[in-house]
């Protein structure tokens, strides 16, 4: 999956690395190693994680969603980024994905979230160990929320 043209425009390239300083100041550490801005893109679009930020607001939008994220949820990137990040939790779960995002509004992140998410076709998946932070722009105004993982284990289907 080759990736979509608007990662390298500017505005997403500042998104991305706002999502990167972010990740930086919540947990202490590189999300990745040092690179080139021009590669970082391209980096996080083929990284060996599933990345995903949405905006702010009371019903935000995931705006990214890397190659692994996409194959995840059996989208392409243009349903991604318009489906309402709710819509990636059963119904069942959303109350505890509300009480997730409360604590990280509140707590700046949390680093061993689990949980329950669908796929566009219904696949339901468990994913456990996500790390979920609040983005912020280099005026530190609140802009969204990202996640990362790298493990999660396929339920049985059960379309919705």
Not at 50 to 55: A, I
Not at 73 to 78: K, W
Not at 148 to 160: D, Y
Request: charged content about 20%; some cysteine.
């Amino acid at each position: 999956m080759q990736s979509p043209d608007i990662l390298h425009s500017p505005a997403m390239i500042h998104h991305l690395q706002n999502v990167l300083t972010s990740y930086q100041k919540a947990f202490g550490a590189s999300l990745i190693s040092e690179i080139p801005v021009k590669d970082m893109p391209d980096c996080l679009w083929q990284a060996d994680f599933v990345l995903l930020s949405h905006g702010g607001g009371a019903d935000p939008v995931f705006n990214f969603g890397n190659r692994m994220a996409l194959n995840l949820f059996e989208m392409d990137y243009e349903a991604l980024t318009s489906l309402p990040s709710r819509q990636s939790a059963e119904p069942v779960s959303q109350d505890e994905r509300n009480h997730l995002l409360a604590q990280v509004t509140e707590f700046g992140c949390i680093d061993d979230y689990r949980g329950v998410r669908i796929s566009a076709t219904g696949k339901r998946f468990y994913i456990e160990h996500a790390r979920v932070w609040n983005l912020y722009d280099p005026a530190g105004n609140y802009t969204g929320q990202a996640a990362m993982f790298r493990e999660w284990t396929c339920l049985e289907e059960q379309p919705v």
